[in-house]
């Protein structure tokens, strides 16, 4: 069986960690030059887009083209705050898991619509801020969402209000009628009852267990990227990587502000989309490898 790998992209306005409404959305070009290295190697991305990104005419015009190719598919990351109806908690930038169920179903519905409208069909997502709830899977449900990738295994969000991912399984599986596709994030060696709070791992195990992420970041190697994949091919079944946007640019996230450093993750893609290939893997959208999850179900 061929290793299977799956890019997720967050797509949102620039610097959303400056402003939460962001400041502009210059990082179609960037999106557009990803998306061809993509189609060069076989990756077939997931773009997951915001309800102002939507709006936005030129961005929208970016993202039809690139669907037209076939090579792509089109899902929804609710930026909350952004979406109407407007509610008292849009001011402080808030997760999906503190929003009623009634206004989380109605922003969602908003989105889906005008997702649907622009784009044909939507059956992919991904909370904002990670925040994934019982609430919230009720509502993707009665909305015709059949595929999300909110999960990311071993991480806390608690301190920024979002959900505790510490113990939540890296499989497939299915909630209700949804299936979840969590990110692939390797996670420490130790047992699960020994996991507590870094401060513990820190003081008593003398340890910090960082979860390794299959996400470039600053300090990411590509040896690091490529043990990840074939960890996450290994344990999950699938290489579920993910980035935003924004981070396709400079300046546009707090983790790429020169033009250096956005050539050096082109690179490192590049790079990474060569091992995918010489490992034999097949590219798949995330609906494309919910539709096989459920076939074989």
């Given at each position: 069986?061929?290793?299977?790998?799956?890019?997720?992209?967050?797509?949102?306005?620039?610097n959303?960690?400056?402003?939460?409404?962001?400041t502009?959305?210059?990082?179609?070009?960037?999106l557009?030059?990803?998306?061809?290295?993509c189609?060069?190697?076989?990756?077939?991305?997931?773009?997951?887009?915001?309800?102002?990104?939507?709006?936005?005419?030129?961005?929208?015009?970016?993202?039809?083209?690139?669907?037209?190719t076939?090579?792509?598919?089109?899902?929804?990351?609710?930026?909350?705050?952004?979406?109407?109806?407007q509610?008292?908690?849009?001011?402080?930038?808030?997760?999906?898991t503190?929003?009623?169920?009634?206004?989380?179903?109605?922003?969602l519905?908003?989105?889906?619509r005008?997702?649907?409208?622009e784009?044909?069909?939507?059956?992919?997502?991904?909370?904002?801020?990670?925040?994934?709830?019982?609430?919230?899977?009720?509502?993707l449900?009665?909305?015709?969402?059949r595929?999300?990738?909110?999960?990311?295994?071993g991480?806390?969000?608690?301190?920024?209000?979002?959900p505790d991912y510490?113990?939540?399984?890296?499989?497939?599986?299915?909630?209700?009628?949804?299936?979840?596709?969590?990110?692939?994030i390797?996670?420490?060696?130790?047992?699960?009852?020994?996991?507590?709070?870094?401060?513990?791992?820190?003081?008593i195990?003398?340890?910090?267990?960082?979860?390794?992420w299959?996400?470039?970041?600053?300090?990411?190697?590509?040896?690091?990227?490529?043990?990840?994949?074939?960890?996450?091919?290994?344990?999950?079944g699938?290489?579920?990587?993910?980035?935003?946007?924004?981070?396709?640019?400079?300046?546009?996230?707090?983790?790429?502000?020169?033009e250096?450093?956005?050539?050096?993750v082109?690179r490192?893609?590049?790079?990474?989309?060569?091992?995918?290939?010489?490992?034999?893997?097949?590219?798949?959208?995330?609906?494309e490898?919910?539709?096989?999850?459920?076939?074989?179900?």
């Amino acid at each position: 069986m061929k290793p299977i790998v799956i890019f997720t992209v967050d797509v949102e306005p620039d610097n959303c960690w400056q402003s939460p409404l962001g400041t502009g959305f210059e990082s179609a070009h960037g999106l557009r030059r990803f998306h061809r290295l993509c189609s060069q190697y076989g990756v077939r991305p997931t773009y997951l887009v915001t309800h102002s990104v939507a709006e936005n005419r030129p961005y929208r015009l970016a993202l039809l083209e690139m669907l037209r190719t076939g090579e792509c598919e089109i899902g929804a990351h609710p930026h909350l705050w952004e979406i109407p109806p407007q509610h008292p908690l849009d001011g402080e930038k808030r997760c999906a898991t503190e929003y009623p169920e009634a206004v989380l179903e109605a922003k969602l519905d908003a989105l889906l619509r005008l997702l649907r409208e622009e784009f044909g069909p939507v059956v992919s997502h991904r909370a904002g801020r990670w925040g994934f709830s019982a609430a919230h899977h009720r509502v993707l449900e009665r909305l015709g969402i059949r595929y999300d990738t909110s999960i990311t295994p071993g991480i806390d969000w608690r301190k920024s209000r979002g959900p505790d991912y510490r113990f939540a399984s890296a499989k497939p599986h299915f909630i209700g009628e949804v299936i979840e596709v969590p990110c692939s994030i390797r996670r420490s060696w130790l047992p699960t009852w020994l996991i507590r709070p870094d401060s513990f791992n820190r003081k008593i195990l003398g340890v910090k267990l960082t979860p390794e992420w299959l996400r470039l970041r600053r300090n990411s190697s590509n040896e690091l990227m490529k043990s990840i994949s074939k960890w996450a091919w290994a344990r999950q079944g699938f290489a579920n990587m993910m980035t935003h946007s924004s981070e396709m640019i400079a300046g546009a996230s707090p983790y790429w502000p020169s033009e250096d450093s956005i050539a050096k993750v082109f690179r490192c893609y590049e790079q990474l989309f060569t091992f995918w290939r010489a490992s034999g893997a097949e590219g798949l959208t995330l609906g494309e490898y919910g539709d096989r999850q459920r076939a074989g179900a």
